[in-house]
């Protein structure tokens, strides 16, 4: 048997690609997806109990022809995400270095721990009354809860990642004449990444779920207003078109983050 | 080609140092948990000597060469390289860890030329020349650009030899470097590294719980006491080099290593009637075995 000769575009083994998008994982996951759907519809139809009275995919999908020509409903997306992005990315700028100089500096460590200890465990949507009182646009009190869901899970999952650093790590570091910044640069910082992308993706986890329900309470846009527009107009196959979008979106955000994550963290994962 | 360029490279033959290790004492803890860990240990790593320190484990071993290479402090005592006192690490003492100590996030070619390059004392190029010359030394030459993920473990030690001798060493630290390895691997490491210090000559301290490996290896063998360590005794190991797996088979192999056993006896004894339990039950399982042959 003779090997096929790998074809490249932009440094990708195409036949490769081909291999792992039209893989067996691949196909099994779209007949587990479609099997969902059929046992929703047969459900539905059949009119069982609770679980039937989630509206019908057929009538979903009709309702989703219409929404996906409505420009409202791509609004709903593009309001969402900017505010998931602004207070993910400000909960970055803030958390990571936030966490490193906790987990490099004992003095500011034992300084802040005991408040952020204190603070963490309330939860994002505890503060929405406290934030829509003391910022000044609604806007800017949305960000900043979702800020709050991604910017605990930073500065924790950065210290620990940090304080965890392989102390032979170091110690073979200043042997070797490194020190101060060089080995911030070069040990400190490449050692914490892994832990930086678990806090990202749990954290971007957090946002969504912070932000859909922020909507819901105080705004009056987005997935998450969309889903409970839906309900109180009792127009039910938009609140599963709703909730469904949600999980393409959040689905969407994690798997950049993963990709991201590998493509820096080349040492990690190697086939 | 002398035997010096043969392992150096091309910046000039290697150069061992002389180490004084003298009435050195640590302990951790305070009050009643104090824990005298190493003391009043003395000996000395003569010039261009393969040391080879032997004890039970959880004697002290590790922490005697935290002290060595400046990462710890000793309570009291002195330790002086070429007669000057150590100040913290240092590129001139390297030490080789338990398992591997590579850095994961660079690749083979970036964990040996670390050192150099922090210290910005040559040219990336040359580094880089320098550290293929002694990466095709170990046979590592097409591993250049692997992660230590993707190295066997023989190999991993292999390149952390390379990356401390790149730096021109007075002296090597080996702790227990093979500990962890496969027993064919760990035979061939040992003898790969003999050929090592056969070639180089450097001052070297290896530290082990085998005693074959430890006969085998040393011209010095350095017996430590039971916990708090200190040096026991030293036996001058007068086999011939180069080493050979053979020489394990002869009688003056043989007497050194019964002259070396009934010391370790009597340490484990003597820890025994002091009633510290794990260690007894680890020394007599490590040494067992060698005195039924």
């Known amino acids: ?31 587990a997806v479609i099997a969902t759907v059929i046992l929703w519809e047969l459900c539905a139809r059949f009119e069982v109990p609770i679980i039937g009275m989630i509206p019908a995919p057929s009538s979903v999908f009709s309702s989703l022809v219409e929404q996906l020509q409505d420009p409202a409903y791509w609004e709903c997306w593009v309001v969402s995400y900017d505010r998931v992005l602004s207070g993910f990315i ?42 829509v009182i003391f910022w000044p646009t609604p806007e800017m009190s949305m960000i900043f809860v979702t800020f709050l869901g991604a910017f605990f899970t930073m500065v924790l999952n950065i210290l620990g990642g940090v304080k965890n650093i392989d102390v032979r790590y170091i110690r073979s570091a200043q042997s070797l004449g490194s020190s101060g910044f060089d080995i911030f640069r070069r040990i400190v910082l490449p050692a914490t990444l892994p832990s930086l992308f678990t806090g990202m993706t749990v954290g971007m986890g957090i946002t969504w779920a912070v932000v859909v329900a922020a909507e819901m309470i105080a705004s009056r846009s987005g997935l998450g207003f969309l889903t409970w527009k839906s309900y109180v107009a009792g127009d039910y196959p938009v609140i599963v078109i709703g909730m469904i979008s949600i999980g393409i979106a959040g689905y969407l955000s994690s798997a950049v983050i993963r990709l991201l994550g590998d493509r820096l963290t080349p040492w990690r994962k190697i086939i | 080609m002398s035997a010096h360029e043969h392992i150096s490279g091309n910046g000039g033959p290697l150069q061992g140092g002389e180490m004084q290790i003298t009435a050195v004492s640590k302990s951790f803890g305070i009050g009643p948990l104090r824990q005298q860990v190493i003391e009043n240990c003395s000996f000395t790593l003569e010039r261009g000597k393969l040391t080879v320190l032997i004890g039970p484990s959880g004697c002290g071993k590790t922490t005697l060469i935290n002290l060595l290479a400046g990462y710890e402090a000793p309570d009291s005592g002195t330790i002086t390289v070429d007669g000057a006192p150590i100040k913290g690490p240092g590129k001139d003492r390297l030490v080789v860890f338990q398992e591997t100590a590579l850095f994961p996030w660079m690749t083979t070619l970036e964990n040996v030329t670390y050192g150099p390059i922090v210290r910005g004392e040559k040219s990336k190029k040359e580094v880089e020349e320098e550290a293929m010359h002694l990466l095709r030394k170990v046979g590592l030459e097409d591993f250049r650009d692997k992660f230590p993920i993707q190295l066997s473990g023989g190999m991993q030690r292999r390149c952390e030899l390379v990356r401390a001798l790149i730096n021109r060493p007075k002296i090597m630290m080996m702790d227990e470097p093979f500990r962890g390895l496969d027993a064919m691997t760990r035979e061939l490491m040992q003898e790969y590294y003999v050929r090592l210090f056969e070639e180089n000559h450097l001052t070297n301290l290896f ?58 006896h009597e340490e484990a004894l003597k820890a025994f009637s002091s009633g510290c339990g794990a260690t007894v039950a680890d020394f007599l399982e490590a040494y067992s075995e060698v005195e039924s042959k």
């Open chain 1, 90 to 131: 400000i909960a970055q700028i803030i958390g990571i270095p936030l966490g490193l100089i906790m987990g490099l500096s004992r003095h500011l460590r034992d300084l802040s721990f005991p408040t952020l200890e204190i603070l963490r465990p309330i939860p994002p949507l505890a503060w929405v009354p406290t934030a």
């Open chain 1, 1 to 31: 048997m003779t090997q096929k000769k790998p074809v490249y575009f932009m440094g990708i083994n195409l036949r490769k690609l081909r291999k792992s998008i039209f893989s067996k994982t691949t196909y099994r996951g779209i007949v």
């Open chain 2, 207 to 264: 530290i082990t719980s085998e005693l074959e490996e430890a006969i085998f290896l040393a011209d010095r063998l350095v017996i430590l006491t039971n916990r708090p360590a200190s040096a026991r005794t030293v036996i001058e190991i007068e086999l011939p080099r180069p080493r050979e797996f053979k020489l394990l088979a002869t009688r003056e192999y043989l007497h050194y290593k019964q002259q070396a056993l009934e010391i370790l």
